[in-house]
Each structure stands twice: as structure tokens, then as C-alpha cells.
């Protein structure tokens, strides 16, 4: 049992929802990325993703598209996210998962992907443009990659999804790109759909933002993502650690409430 699957199994013990939060390797830059990670893992986040900056981030709306060309332009890659990644295993005790297109994962070798990640300190990785029939190509690796389901996967993709998990399986609410909404039409009904295909626990992402999101669909899902809204919060306050701090802290805390 790894990490993210303790956690998983403690708070269901207890009737609990897991946060995860999204940040983007190294941003503003590398010590304030890191001192983010601590403060999310202090104002109650109980899971961490790390994103790996990428050209074409296809799956990602204007916000974490915006934090990715600002990686890119400081030089960050798959090597430096490495890096950046054990620097924060070193600082949190969060399990961590990191977020990366396929290309510079292929590029490595996914053997020696999984071997550097496993060194780094992160317990998974989710590759967003991997579908299935790809992924049923991969040689075993022992790697936990975390599927992901769309609206538009039917129950027999489902349960193949579900049955390639290890920890959770990644709920993609909307069909679309990441990015905070106000409205997630239809997606209690999707997300029991889901739920009926599934073994594992279900993380839900993609457009989650608020509070009031959260309590709404606390019954439908054991973990919630959070991306957009963070990464916007560290690129308002860039210059600001006082308030990037507070504003990450209380952003947390209000979502971990909603949970209970």
C-alpha cells in the first residue's frame, strides 16, 4: 500500500474527503514553490500534484496554461520537475503525484520514468494524454499511473479504466480544459454513472473552485482537485509571499471545511 492509498483508506475510515491541490513545478520560482507545498500540506491539504511546465498543454485552460509557458521560459523541464519534486518530498509528507504530458515521459524511457519518480519521492503520475488503448501498449512498469475518466467514457471503458488503478481514479467533470467554473452542469449524474464502474476511490477535477462545489458533491467523490484556483493565487501574489501565504492558507481551509 502506497501513500496516496493509506490516505485514501484513513479518511474514508473516518468519513472523509481527500483535498488534493495542484501546483505548478518551481513557480513563482523554486523556494516559493516549495514553501507553497508546505503551506498547503499546514492548511490542510492531504494530497499534492505537481505539474511538469510543457509546450502544449492541451488539456489545461488560459490559467495553468499561463504557468506553464512561465516554466518553460525559466528554464524548467522533466529533469528540473524531478528535482523540484524530491526538494518537496524532503519538506512535506504529503504523497505526492505528478502531472505530466506523455512526450517527455517517452522521451526518458517510461522504465527510467519510473525509477527517477520513485526516487524523487512521488508515489504516481498522471499523464493526460495517454488513453487507454495507449497505455494498454506500455510494458509493465510497476508505475502507478492514474487513469482518467471523461463524460464521454461509457461503462465498459469505466471498468477497463478502473481496472488499470491502483489508488483512485481521476473524474474529469466537464469535457473540456481545466480552469475554475461557476457551473458544473450535470455532473452529479455523471459522476454516479461513474461510480458505478468502480472499485477504487474516485478523485473528481477539472472546473472544482469553490466551497459550495465541494459540499455539493461531497457524497459523490472521496477526493476533490484543485488546480486552477491555487495556481491563479500564486501567480496574483508572485511578488507578495505575506500574501500568497494567507490567501493559500485560507483558500484551503475553506475547502477543507466544506468536506466535513
Known sequence: MNRLQRVLADLAGKNGRALVGFIMAAQPDYAAGVECARVLEDAGCDILEIGVPYA???????????????????GMNMSRALEFTSAVEKTCSLPLVMFSYYNPIYRRGLATFSSELRQAGADAVIIPDLPLEERLRLPPSGLDIIPMVSPA????????????????????????????????????????????????????????????QVRELREEAEAFVVGSLLVGIIERYAGDGRRRRESLASTVAALKAAMK
Open 56 to 74: 502544449d498543454p492541451i488539456a489545461d485552460g488560459e490559467v495553468i496554461e499561463r504557468a506553464h509557458f512561465r516554466g518553460i521560459a525559466q
Open 153 to 212: 467514457s461509457d461503462q465498459q471503458r469505466v471498468a477497463r479504466l478502473d481496472a488499470l488503478a491502483q489508488s483512485f481514479v481521476y473524474c474529469v467533470s466537464v469535457a473540456g480544459v481545466t480552469g475554475a467554473r461557476e457551473v458544473l452542469p450535470g455532473v452529479r449524474s455523471y459522476l454516479r454513472r461513474v461510480r458505478g464502474g468502480l472499485t477504487h476511490p474516485m478523485a473528481v477535477g477539472f472546473g472544482i473552485s469553490s466551497p459550495a
